[in-house]
């Protein structure tokens, strides 16, 4: 299983890299809301390094290995709990994630069925079932700014410990994640994971 891949870019071409490790050059797909920020995330040697989704896709007479790669964990995540979806294999969700997964989360959270047919090769009745598989699962992905955690029995200590790695994560700064955290725990006394607290804090980010 392929899990990083760090190398020379020798091609870019619209959906896929040519990366070139160690002389051996591999095709990673790359989603088009990925590709749009590559640009930023490649070294001044021409260097990249991608977190990769690793599959075999299955042909007649044969099995053609995949990667699919992505900047960081989180966006690897979102991808994993997309493709739960009945009929949305890797293909289908590499296609669909064009926009800002922030985006895609909030509208999956809001029942927006207009906003997900809007994605590629997603239709009005697929929209409904990433709805109903994903509804109050992503909330924690409306935080990033433009990993999911585990759920767990934690103190109320190591839940916020946890809530604050993500969020530095997502790219907020550490007084204005520790200040999200004291507000969401203030608010909402029940949080027993923190599963719980980042859909708390994408909450309050929504009735700002």
Do not use: W
């Amino acid at each position: 299983m392929i899990a990083r891949i760090c190398g020379k870019i020798v091609e870019k071409q619209p959906q896929s890299l040519l990366v070139d490790v160690a002389g051996i050059v591999y095709e990673v797909l790359i989603p088009a809301y990925v590709m749009q920020r590559i640009e930023g995330s490649i070294c001044e040697d021409g260097k990249i390094s991608l977190i990769t989704y690793h599959y075999q896709h299955m042909e007649p007479s044969r099995s053609v290995p995949v990667l699919i790669g992505f900047l960081n964990n989180v966006e690897k995540e979102f991808f994993e709990a997309f493709i739960t979806v009945s009929g949305i294999g890797p293909r289908g969700a590499l296609k669909a994630l064009n926009k800002p997964i922030s985006l895609i989360a909030q509208a999956i959270d809001e029942e927006d069925v207009a906003f997900l047919q809007s994605l590629p090769g997603i239709g009005q009745q697929r929209a409904k079932e990433i709805i109903a598989k994903l509804q109050n699962k992503v909330g924690k992905f409306g935080l990033i700014k433009d990993e999911v955690t585990r759920q767990k029995d934690l103190g109320q200590g190591d839940i916020q410990e946890e809530a604050l790695a993500v969020l530095l994560q997502l790219g907020y700064k550490k007084t204005d994640a520790s200040g999200m955290i004291k507000k969401a725990m203030e608010s909402l006394k029940s949080i027993q994971t923190t599963e719980e607290l980042l859909n708390e804090l994408y909450r309050q980010k929504k009735l700002r």
